[in-house]
């Protein structure tokens, strides 16, 4: 089992950045891959980037279009979302999750573990 707590949330201007990090409990994080996903007011769930168990492949939302960075230390059992060039409508709750398979992807389906996620505000 694995419990996963993420950080970082918060209440940033519209075209501002925040790094999200996610910590996942127990010393096998190396054995899990990674991903976020982000969930706003009155919407399902949407893919937003995933990291690899290495950390050497990573794949993002197609709104992403070069503005996040998903990154991960093994050393440090962290893994990270750099985010920046906020919009309004990117406000939702941001959640990490893991994954036992090599590479989690876009699909929810594929992730074994869910963080109970941290709040972002994106204001005008």
């Known amino acids: 089992q694995v419990q996963l707590v993420e950080s970082g949330g918060g209440m940033v201007q519209a075209g501002g950045s925040l790094r999200l990090s996610c910590a996942p409990s127990g010393r096998t994080f190396n054995t899990y891959s990674m991903g976020w996903f982000r969930q706003a007011p009155g919407k399902g769930r949407e893919f937003v980037a995933a990291v690899s168990r290495s950390g050497g492949v990573t794949e993002y939302g197609e709104f992403v279009k070069g503005r996040f960075t998903i990154s991960r230390d093994n050393a440090k059992n962290s893994m990270y979302l750099q985010m920046s060039s906020l919009e309004l409508d990117e406000t939702a709750v941001y959640y990490c999750?893991?994954?036992?398979?090599?590479?989690?992807?876009?699909?929810?389906?594929?992730?074994?573990?869910w963080g109970q996620g941290t709040q972002v505000t994106v204001s005008s």
């Open positions: 999750a893991a994954a036992t398979r090599l590479f989690g992807g876009t699909s929810e389906v594929a992730y074994d573990y």
